[in-house]
T-cell receptor, first 116, second 113 residues
């Protein structure tokens, strides 16, 4: 059981290049999330998908787009990468059952992205 | 605004001693809180959670205490081991963010042999 798998693990881009980060989960979870983690800061939510077919903005969505391809896969796209998007990106999933549901999120091991 | 934050950025503890990691929150409407552990190069890993109608919850070598009066929660690790060296995050749902989790900045625990 792989859990949440993210690809690639590392990537270096030049400013202006585009990139899609891939995420897949095999736990049949309905909700999926994309976070970024910067030094000295906790995880900040970029976008999320409460269920297949829906996506919504999180705390820091500017410069990103997402696609919930199917129940398993949720991708994050940078259309024109900027140095400020240098970060570690984490994908997570959980079996969300509505407000008050405390099913924990399960995280992948991250994609380390550097933009020069 | 709503926030979940941690008092200390780094905690150094002797192997075998108990560790206490603290967290303050501002959203008194949170239904639950979660503690995550993040090892170097890995994603956050769920440790334990506590619902807001509880004061204490125990797991394997870990105990979480919730003090709703002062909006404070703590994670206690008994007999800290080298494998406990990691960054620990508290998180709670934010009403302002549609009940999505808000994470604190993290406390790094360093276990000295």
């Amino acid at each position: 059981n792989a859990g949440v798998t993210q690809t690639p693990k590392f990537q270096v881009l030049k400013t202006g290049q585009s990139m899609t980060l891939q995420c897949a989960q095999d736990m049949n979870h309905n909700s999926m999330y994309w976070y970024r983690q910067d030094p000295g800061m906790g995880l900040r939510l970029i976008y999320y998908s409460a269920s297949e077919g829906t996506t919504d903005k999180g705390e820091v969505p500017n410069g990103y787009n997402v696609s919930r391809l199917n129940k398993r896969e949720f991708s994050l796209r940078l259309e024109s990468a900027a140095p400020s998007q240098t970060s570690v990106y984490f994908c997570a999933s959980r079996d969300y059952a509505g407000p008050g549901s405390n099913q924990p999120q399960h995280f992948g091991d991250g994609t380390r992205l550097s933009i020069l | 605004g709503e926030s979940v934050g941690l008092h200390l950025p780094t905690l150094s503890v002797q192997e075998g001693d108990n560790s206490i990691i603290n967290c303050a929150y501002s959203n008194s409407a949170s239904d639950y809180f979660i503690w995550y552990k993040q090892e170097s190069g890995k994603g956050p890993q769920f440790i334990i959670d506590i619902r807001s109608n509880m004061d204490k919850r125990q797991g394997q070598r870990v105990t979480v205490l919730l003090n709703k009066t002062v909006k404070h929660l703590s994670l206690q690790i008994a007999a800290t081991q080298p494998g406990d060296s990691a960054v620990y995050f508290c998180a709670g749902p934010s009403k302002a963010a549609g009940n999505k989790l808000t994470f604190g900045g993290g406390t790094r625990v360093l276990v000295k042999p």
